[in-house]
Each structure stands twice: as structure tokens, then as C-alpha cells.
């Protein structure tokens, strides 16, 4: 039996089992094999199974035009991404939305408690007379403007880049306002407003043509707790006084013991993709109320000192939380934590021209809380969960 001489349903099974560029071009071969990947439920399969995509509401389009207009060169955007293009970092999420790939940058806001901002960042969406649309999206202005995206390196695509096209007629000093206006709305989304009059070097990387991006994975979250360290891992949200919002990921080595908070967005001193703390939970402390009045008394508390004994439960390490005196906050923290522990908080002069590593006290107010006392630097920092529906990876 030749092999075009089998049943329909088992032709269309071992099809199935095919990726899409392997259908088309055993479609190729003969009238049969093109006629059995004309069949729409099989490319309903390939857009779930390769790319995530599950829904034609907004697209006009069958699945099989999907997967050949849009997701073979753009379906691997579908996930979460981190910006690399400069110090600030970013957080963005890419999603199939009303016919459209959309990409949403997301951003802190000084009140921690509020959801994220989100704002449009890039959109790819099919043109019935031009065909595919990339347009990148200049908040401030509120106009889109085109662009090209570029994967980078080898499938399954870990990297790419966002260029968009610069009108040639534009004149020198509108781009330089351009940059200004971009520059103030940056700020004020982080949370830095005092920058807006800065001049100079410190807006020009802002009017840049292109944004790189790096594939984001987040840890699988934890059904149950350990009382070593009761902090779920995953992205959380600050604010960092001067240095305005914050988003960080972190990850829990329960191999070595330690928590590392890794800065998703960063700032002109400690840039995205570096660690901002990292705590020992070999090092943990147990400490009463009275010996955290003054940030004298917090610094004086000995690294090496005896270690409490760790029990079962979660509320083995829980005491008294106190900011000390003179320490800036950003906001009200619990009179009381479940863990806290000598960590290493990472500083630097603006450039990051020489990092050091100084102690910090890495505090644990529940799953989903956590704050750092930056001790040379009389301050406290504060931190909890982001909660919105942040995705990995929509690339099998």
C-alpha cells in the first residue's frame, strides 16, 4: 500500500505531527497532500501548538492564514520580554489581541499598591491593501510610526530588535524636542519628575531608533511554602526613592540558599539585568524590637553571630519589624515580619563605573511582600507582588 493510499483520518493524523513549514511543503508533492492541508483544523493545531494562538475573533482571517501572514515570522514574540536597550531596562508582555500582536510595556507607580501602568509599546497587525503593519507606538505623541522587527540568533528565538523608521525630512530641532518630550514622559512613568529638567547626555539615548529585547522566563510558582524562606518567587514592585519605580525578579537557589532580586527596570547607577540584592538564608536573624531603634544598632548586629534555631512552621522567624530611626521609607511597612537575613545590596556612582557590594538586611513580610534596609544608605526599600497575568514564553 502506497502511502497516499491510506485512510483520510490517518492521513490527517500523522499530519498532525508535522510543523507547519513541513506541511507546506509536503503539500507540495502531490494533489492529495495539498488537499489534505487545505483542512483548517489542522492549522488550528499548528497556530496552538507552535505558537499559542487560539482565537481568530478580529483577524478576518482562517488559521492557515495566520500561521502563513503572521505567526511563521512573528508568533514567537507571544510572551514576556525584557528591554536591553539601555539602563532603564523595562518589562514587556506580548499578547494576541483583536487581530493584532501586541506588545505592553509595563511600569511601576510610586504608590505600590496600584496595579502596574501599562502602555502600548509595538503593534503587528495585517493590511488588507499593504499587508503586514508593524508600527511602533510614541506614547507621548499619541502616533505610530513604522518600524521593522528582527529576530535574533536561532529558533526557538531568545532575542530581537525593534527599529523603527525615522522620517529623513524631519528637522534637527524637532528631533531634539522629540527626545526632550519623550525623555519628560519617561520620567514621569518612573517616577523620577525631578530629571525633567536635565539636559544634554541625559536625554539623548532616549530618541534612539532601536530597542532590543531579551526573552523573560519566571520561575514556576511554589504550592507550598518552606519556613527557611515563606517568599513566593516571581516579579515584585518598589520604588526606590530618587531612583522612582522598580520591577524585580525574584529567584530563590534553595541548593545554595540564597535569594537573588534581579532588576528587571533599573537606573543610571544600577542598570536593568543586574542583581540589587543577595541574601543568605544560611545567615538568619531573630531579632526583638529594641534592637532596631537606631540605625546604629542595625549596623552593629554581627554577621557571624549564633544562629537561631529554625523550626517547621512559617512563623519560626516571625518578630518585631521596626525602621530606624532617621531611615527614609517610601512607604509604611508591618510592625512585623515572618524572616529576615544578612544580604549584600549592590551600589554604584552614576555608569555603574565601580559596583560594590555592602550589607543590606533582607526582610520577609509575607509570600508576597519583602523589603531591603540599605544600611550605609539610611534607607528602606519596600516591594510587593505583581499580581497582573504576565505570561512566559507562547514558543513550543
Known sequence: MFFTELPPEILSH??????????????????????MSECDILWKQRCLH????????????????VYAKVLHKYGFLHGLW?????????????????GSIVGHEYFGQQDINKELIKATLFTVSVEPSSGISLEWHRRMYKTTTPCTINAE????????????????????????EMAKQRFAAECRLRGVQWLIHFTGDKFQNVNIQTQQFERLYLPAPLTVLDPLCPLREG?????????GTEIMLVTINWEKKDVSVLKISGDSNVPAGEVSVEADLSRPMLLTR??????????????????????????????????????????????????????LGTVSPT???????????????????FGVIWIDLYHFS?????????GASGVS
Open 351 to 369: 555608569g555603574y563605573v565601580d559596583p560594590q557590594r555592602i550589607p543590606v538586611h533582607f526582610v520577609v513580610f509575607d509570600a508576597d511582600t
Open 50 to 65: 507552535e505558537y499559542k494562538f487560539t482565537c481568530l475573533e478580529g483577524w478576518n482571517l482562517s488559521f492557515k492564514e
Open 290 to 343: 529594641e534592637q532596631q531603634i537606631t540605625i546604629e544598632q542595625v549596623a552593629a548586629i554581627d554577621r557571624d553571630a549564633p544562629l537561631p534555631v529554625i523550626g517547621d512552621a512559617l512563623t519560626s522567624f516571625r518578630q518585631p519589624f521596626v525602621i530606624p530611626t532617621h531611615e527614609s521609607a517610601d512607604m509604611e511597612a508591618p510592625d512585623m515580619c515572618l524572616c529576615r537575613y544578612h544580604a
Open 382 to 390: 519596600f516591594y510587593r507582588r505583581v499580581h497582573e497575568e504576565l
Open 82 to 98: 525584557k528591554i536591553r536597550t539601555d539602563c532603564y531596562g523595562g518589562l514587556v508582555q506580548v499578547q494576541y489581541t483583536d
Open 235 to 243: 516579579l515584585f514592585k518598589g520604588m526606590y526613592s530618587a531612583h
Open 153 to 176: 540568533g536561532c529558533t526557538p528565538y531568545e532575542r530581537f530588535s525593534l527599529v523603527w523608521h525615522r522620517d529623513l525630512n524631519d528637522e534637527s530641532d524637532e528631533v531634539d
Open 14 to 35: 500523522i499530519l498532525s505531527f508535522l510543523n507547519g513549514v513541513a506541511i507546506t511543503k509536503l503539500s507540495l508533492t502531490c494533489k492529495l497532500m495539498y488537499q
